[in-house]
T-cell receptor
Framework: AQSVTQPDIHITVSEGASLELRCNYSYGATPYLFWYVQSPGQGLQLLLKYFSGDTLVQGIKGFEAEFKRSQSSFNLRKPSVHWSDAAEYFC??????????FGPGTRLSVLP | KAGVTQTPRYLIKTRGQQVTLSCSPI?????VSWYQQTPGQGLQFLFEYFSETQRNKGNFPGRFSGRQFSNSRSEMNVSTLELGDSALYLC??????????????FGQGTRLTVV
């Protein structure tokens, strides 16, 4: 069965520290991949996407993600976290002909 | 370019009532998908409409229904509301549908509380 996992339910980092949020998927076909961010009570905002090509993709707000086919992973990174990055982050995976499947989300807290 | 607009933003209903939520997609987008988000279940896919036809459906009871109009606006209806239907309902707009290899853009959501 197709699935998306985000192993970390909650992560706390200090402002200015680096960040990596993990996403793993289990799909038979080659997927396309997304990271979304959600602030409390708000909708989801697209941070970045991967369809094909360069496996390191750049997104908005200084985020980047790397697709590793051999590890079925699409981890999100940011070199220096800002207090405004505190939110919930969702990894989403899609394949042709089907709707996205979202991971359970990782809540990010940022310490001053 | 205007984003995805969902109305209303907040709604309080009583058990047994029905409710209709509305979603206006980004201009030119023909696909609208609906999701239910709850703390316990996360984001769950309800259904997708494309050019006025339901294309995909998630695992929800028949009390949840939807439709799409010729201008791509979509409505979602929940009949005989239950306490467990309290959730944030999110609408996502995409050019040709999530299964077509395009990204989806989300609205702010409608927070439904059933009392």
């Amino acid at each position: 069965a197709q699935s998306v996992t985000q192993p970390d339910i909650h992560i706390t980092v200090s402002e200015g520290a680096s960040l990596e949020l993990r996403c793993n998927y289990s799909y038979g076909a080659t997927p396309y991949l997304f990271w979304y961010v959600q602030s409390p009570g708000q909708g989801l905002q697209l941070l970045l996407k991967y369809f094909s090509g360069d496996t390191l993709v750049q997104g908005i707000k200084g985020f980047e993600a790397e697709f590793k086919r051999s590890q079925s992973s699409f981890n999100l990174r940011k070199p220096s976290v800002h207090w405004s990055d505190a939110a919930e982050y969702f990894c989403a995976v899609g394949v042709y002909g089907q709707n996205f499947v979202f991971g359970p989300g990782t809540r990010l807290s940022v310490l001053p | 370019k205007a984003g995805v607009t969902q109305t209303p933003r907040y709604l309080i209903k009583t058990r047994g009532q029905q409710v209709t939520l509305s979603c206006s997609p980004i201009s030119g987008h023909r696909s609208v998908s609906w999701y239910q988000q709850t703390p316990g279940q996360g984001l769950q896919f309800l259904f997708e409409y494309f050019s006025e036809t339901q294309r995909n459906k998630g695992n929800f009871p028949g009390r949840f229904s939807g439709r799409q109009f010729s201008n791509s606006r979509s409505e979602m209806n929940v009949s005989t509301l239950e306490l467990g239907d309290s959730a944030l309902y999110l609408c996502a707009s995409s050019l040709v549908g999530q299964g077509g290899g395009t990204e989806a853009f989300f609205g702010q959501g409608t927070r439904l509380t059933v009392v």
